[in-house]
Nanobody, 123 residues
Framework: QVQVRESGGGSVQPGGSLRLSCAGS????????VGWFRQAPGKERESVGV????????MYGDPVKGRFIISRDNYANTVTLQMNTLKPEDTAVYFC????????????????WGQGTQVTVSS
C-alpha cells in the first residue's frame, strides 16, 4: 500500500498563492489517482480536485475551477496543488488521498489519506 503526506500549508493574504505537495511512500504513487480535499471548521469535507495516474486528466470542484491546478511528477512520487487567487473561503485543512479506483471526485473511493495541512487566507 501507499502512504501519502501533505506539506506546504500556511497563511496567505487574499489574492495570493500557495503550493501544496503530496509525497508518496511505500508503493509508487503512479499506481494511484490522487485527489485533494479540504475541510473547514463545521463544514463537510469538500472535493478540490483529482489527477489521473498519468497526469493527463484532471477534474476540479466548482469552487476552485480556474484558480487551482493539480500536477504530478511520477518520477519524484509527488503530486502538487497550485492554488492561485486565494479567497478567505479557501481557508481549510487540505488533505491529499490516493485511490486505486477510476478517476473520481468522490471522497468515498479513496483508501489512503494524509494527515492534512492547514491553509489560512486572511488579511
Amino acid at each position: 500500500q501507499v502512504q501519502v503526506r501533505e506539506s506546504g500549508g500556511g497563511s496567505v493574504q487574499p489574492g495570493g498563492s500557495l503550493r501544496l505537495s503530496c509525497a508518496g511512500s511505500g508503493r509508487t504513487l503512479s499506481s494511484y489517482i490522487v485527489g485533494w480535499f479540504r475541510q473547514a471548521p463545521g463544514k463537510e469535507r469538500e472535493s478540490v480536485g483529482v489527477i489521473s495516474r498519468s497526469g493527463l486528466n484532471t477534474m476540479y470542484g466548482d469552487p476552485v475551477k480556474g484558480r487551482f491546478i493539480i500536477s504530478r511528477d511520477n518520477y519524484a512520487n509527488t503530486v502538487t496543488l497550485q492554488m492561485n487567487t486565494l479567497k478567505p473561503e479557501d481557508t481549510a485543512v487540505y488533505f491529499c488521498a490516493a485511490s486505486a479506483a477510476a478517476l473520481s471526485l468522490s471522497p468515498s473511493i479513496y483508501e489512503y489519506w494524509g494527515q492534512g495541512t492547514q491553509v489560512t487566507v486572511s488579511s
